[in-house]
């Protein structure tokens, strides 16, 4: 069975810089496969932040885009998400996801698998 565990998260000050990471027993057991990361804040929906197809195409959230950028490792079968310019309002528990196709979606929808979350807080 597949299995998500993300780790990376912590609190650090406007401006400063997180990398997160997703570990994923996915290519064992898939060969096709897309992953995309998400977050939610408290009171607030889910939110895709970022994905990455299958063939390493990638879209970002407005919200995000220049300042996050997510890629794997397929060596060491981990997903990133690297956190620069980090502002108080990404503040949020952040998942990473898997989807059993080429192509992932940023609205959430269709996805196989969930991590737990890994939390971050962006101190003004």
């Known amino acids: 069975r597949a299995q998500l565990v993300e780790s990376g998260g912590g609190s650090v000050q406007a401006g400063g810089s997180l990398r997160l990471s997703c570990a994923a027993s996915?290519?064992?057991?898939?060969?096709?496969?897309?992953m995309g990361w998400f977050r939610q804040a408290p009171g607030k929906e889910r939110e895709g932040i970022a994905v990455?197809?299958?063939?390493?195409?990638?879209s970002y959230a407005d919200s995000v885009k220049g300042r996050f950028t997510i890629s794997k490792d397929n060596a060491k079968n981990t997903l990133y998400l690297q956190m620069n310019s980090l502002k108080p309002e990404d503040t949020a528990m952040y998942y990473c996801?898997?989807?059993?196709?080429?192509?992932?979606?940023?609205?959430?929808?269709?996805?196989?698998?969930w991590g737990q979350g890994t939390q971050v807080t962006v101190s003004s």
């Open positions: 990455l197809d299958f063939d390493g195409s990638t």
């Open positions: 996801a898997a989807a059993w196709r080429a192509r992932c979606s940023l609205t959430g929808l269709g996805y196989n698998r």
């Open positions: 996915v290519s064992s057991v898939y060969s096709v496969y897309c």
